[in-house]
């Protein structure tokens, strides 16, 4: 099956226009065969993925499609706004609620969510000029060190794999809304874990129809309680009471001050989570410049959309002090089931925890997925076994995927031990740390991508329809400064716990575990194979590089010959 980018919204980043060089000088056509045909070659060389994505499926997708290189538009926009949403926003927002207070948290994760732009802004730069399987890793390979592309890849690998563990925590606490402790966390663990993983023991086009399903219930879940929360202000209900800021006046509004602060950073950054699948899948995509320079407006603005007109409803509908928020001394529960309950409404709170369910099971699927992939990808460039990048008869990673279930199982079970919110906050704080150390590898790798074509002359940003980030270097710089600050949260945040309990050990390795991981691993790679960073004089900037072929120069040309509003309308529509 077969899919073609349609003519549509193309961001106007673009230095030339092929009417300006002519098409003659605009693209090396024999060439773009010749690279895709070794890069196909080389990407089925330990096995060929499946294809099992019907269009429908690929429209509603989550995020992590089985068939990448088929992804269209509208994958991708419909992809930026299902992968967004999932327990970090209908429930970890209540931890951040309760430990920072409304002022706190509106400014953490908006201050988070700003992050999105940079990522994609600093990363759709490289993954256009070069769609490579790998996408980051590789680059910070070929332009940095071999040692911080297995940072990069274990870090994605530990953080994706450390959200099944966590899911199975969160999936714990939508149970316990019904059964008010009465039902084992033990079975409850064992009860999503087999519900999560089973799903890849069987045909891939199961995990597909799985991905369709709860793509289309979150969505509808999130448009039910962006409805429900602004009927809920204004009185909603037979309990209801009209909302005027209550709960930002009669309560403080910022809570244990930094540390207060910071934890709601770290609560964001693993709720809003990395976006680098989004380069990966536009890495294989029809036409990465379409689809990557596509993405860099219309997924950061539909996360902030998401995240923040959720977070503002939340912050006006349930205080800071509810004990039922978790972490709180009452039953866990989301904040958003917490205002359907005070208002007295029926039912719907019931409706809305399972739903949640639903989608804490997809989120779980959806991170087994992408952690295999990126362990068979760090072995498929041989930085770790490459046997581990072997793929069976029906197109699955074998290995990666007994890796990571494993690994997710036993961080699922720790839980038994320490106490479910306890080991949560671990898991968080290691996800957490996966995500803005990829940022900072990726600002870092942009930087220095821009160095190795400064070095070598290279007019890649002079040709045809070349995409350059706006600003640069604002995007890799501004994604830089707020990941050091993430980092500065997580150090400040196991040195001063909220509460005032003073310094532990335990709370600071609670808040440092995947920190010390990464860093240790990275470390410890460098010092075992010594390899050297690259020069930017000799960095490669030839392997995988993608020139655009005629036909599609030729439909950017017709693309602007249309009016400026069929323009956006492009950018608005869903279907």
């Given at each position: 099956m077969s899919f073609t980018a349609p003519v549509q919204a193309m961001p106007n980043n673009e230095k030339t226009t092929s009417k300006e060089m002519g098409n003659d000088t605009a693209l090396q056509p024999t060439q773009s065969i010749d690279d895709a045909s070794l890069i196909e070659l080389q990407e089925n060389k330990n096995g060929q993925f499946h294809r099992s994505f019907t269009p429908r499926q690929v429209h509603v997708s989550e995020g992590v499609l089985n068939a990448p290189s088929e992804c269209t538009e509208t994958a991708y926009k419909i992809i930026s706004l299902g992968s967004n949403i999932g327990s970090g926003l209908f429930i970890a927002t209540g931890k951040a609620l309760a430990t920072a207070g409304p002022g706190n948290m509106v400014i953490a994760y908006l201050m988070v969510c700003s992050c999105v732009w940079g990522v994609l802004q600093s990363l759709s730069e490289m993954t256009i000029a070069f769609p490579v399987s790998g996408n980051y890793i590789d680059y910070a390979d070929r332009w940095v060190d071999p040692a911080l592309a297995f940072g990069a890849g274990f870090a994605e690998w530990l953080g994706w794999t450390a959200i099944v563990a966590a899911e199975a925590g969160f999936f714990n606490v939508l149970i316990q809304f019904w059964a008010e402790g009465s039902f084992p966390q033990a079975a409850t663990i064992t009860i999503?874990?087999?519900?999560?993983?089973?799903?890849?023991?069987?045909?891939?086009?199961?995990?597909?129809?799985?991905?369709?399903?709860?793509?289309?219930?979150?969505?509808?879940?999130?448009?039910?309680?962006?409805?429900?929360?602004?009927?809920?202000?204004?009185?909603?209900?037979?309990?209801?009471?009209?909302?005027?800021?209550?709960?930002?006046?009669?309560?403080?509004?910022?809570?244990?001050?930094?540390?207060?602060?910071?934890?709601?950073?770290?609560?964001?950054?693993?709720?809003?989570?990395?976006?680098?699948?989004?380069?990966?899948?536009?890495?294989?995509?029809?036409?990465?410049?379409?689809?990557?320079?596509?993405?860099?407006?219309?997924?950061?603005?539909?996360?902030?959309?998401?995240?923040?007109?959720?977070?503002?409803?939340?912050?006006?509908?349930?205080?800071?002090?509810?004990?039922?928020?978790?972490?709180?001394?009452?039953?866990?529960?989301?904040?958003?089931?917490?205002?359907?309950?005070?208002?007295?409404?029926?039912?719907?709170?019931?409706?809305?925890?399972?739903?949640?369910?639903?989608?804490?099971?997809?989120?779980?699927?959806?991170?087994?997925?992408?952690?295999?992939?990126?362990?068979?990808?760090?072995?498929?460039?041989?930085?770790?076994?490459?046997?581990?990048?072997?793929?069976?008869?029906?197109?699955?990673?074998?290995?990666?995927?007994?890796?990571?279930?494993?690994?997710?199982?036993?961080?699922?079970?720790?839980?038994?031990?320490?106490?479910?919110?306890?080991?949560?906050?671990?898991?968080?704080?290691?996800?957490?740390?996966?995500?803005?150390?990829?940022?900072?590898?990726?600002?870092?790798?942009?930087?220095?991508?821009?160095?190795?074509?400064?070095?070598?002359?290279?007019?890649?940003?002079?040709?045809?329809?070349?995409?350059?980030?706006?600003?640069?270097?604002?995007?890799?710089?501004?994604?830089?400064?707020?990941?050091?600050?993430l980092l500065v949260c997580c150090f400040a945040a196991g040195i001063n716990p909220v509460g005032g309990a003073g310094f532990t050990a335990y709370n600071f390795f609670q808040y440092m575990i995947g920190v010390l991981l990464i860093v240790g691993f990275t470390i410890g790679y460098k010092l075992i194979f010594r390899m050297p960073w690259r020069d930017p004089r000799t960095a490669d900037l030839k392997t995988g590089r993608r020139h655009l072929g005629i036909e599609e120069i030729n439909q950017l040309d017709e693309y602007y010959k249309m009016s400026k509003w069929r323009r956006f309308g492009t950018y608005i529509q869903l279907w």
């Open positions: 999503f874990l087999v519900a999560c993983l089973v799903i890849f023991l069987l045909p891939n086009t199961v995990f597909a129809w799985f991905e369709y399903v709860t793509s289309l219930i979150k969505i509808f879940l999130f448009l039910l309680i962006i409805t429900l929360s602004l009927a809920l202000v204004f009185g909603a209900g037979p309990n209801g009471t009209f909302h005027h800021g209550e709960t930002w006046t009669e309560h403080p509004a910022f809570l244990n001050g930094f540390a207060g602060f910071a934890n709601a950073a770290l609560l964001a950054t693993w709720a809003v989570g990395d976006q680098v699948f989004i380069g990966i899948i536009g890495g294989e995509a029809q036409s990465p410049r379409f689809s990557m320079a596509h993405a860099t407006k219309l997924v950061p603005f539909r996360v902030n959309f998401i995240y923040m007109i959720s977070i503002v409803f939340i912050t006006i509908l349930v205080p800071s002090t509810d004990d039922r928020l978790l972490g709180g001394s009452g039953v866990a529960a989301s904040p958003f089931v917490i205002a359907i309950q005070d208002s007295g409404i029926p039912a719907i709170a019931s409706i809305l925890n399972a739903g949640m369910m639903c989608g804490v099971l997809a989120i779980a699927a959806e991170s087994v997925y992408i952690s295999s992939r990126v362990l068979r990808t760090m072995a498929h460039q041989k930085l770790i076994p490459e046997r581990f990048a072997k793929v069976d008869d029906k197109g699955r990673p074998r290995w990666a995927l007994i890796i990571t279930a494993v690994v997710a199982a036993f961080l699922g079970y720790i839980q038994l031990s320490s106490g479910g919110l306890e080991a949560l906050s671990w898991l968080i704080s290691i996800t957490s740390a996966s995500y803005f150390s990829n940022w900072i590898i990726i600002a870092f790798t942009n930087w220095r991508f821009h160095r190795a074509l400064k070095a070598q002359n290279d007019p890649l940003f002079d040709q045809v329809y070349a995409w350059k980030s706006s600003a640069w270097p604002l995007a890799p710089g501004w994604l830089m400064l707020i990941s050091l600050l």
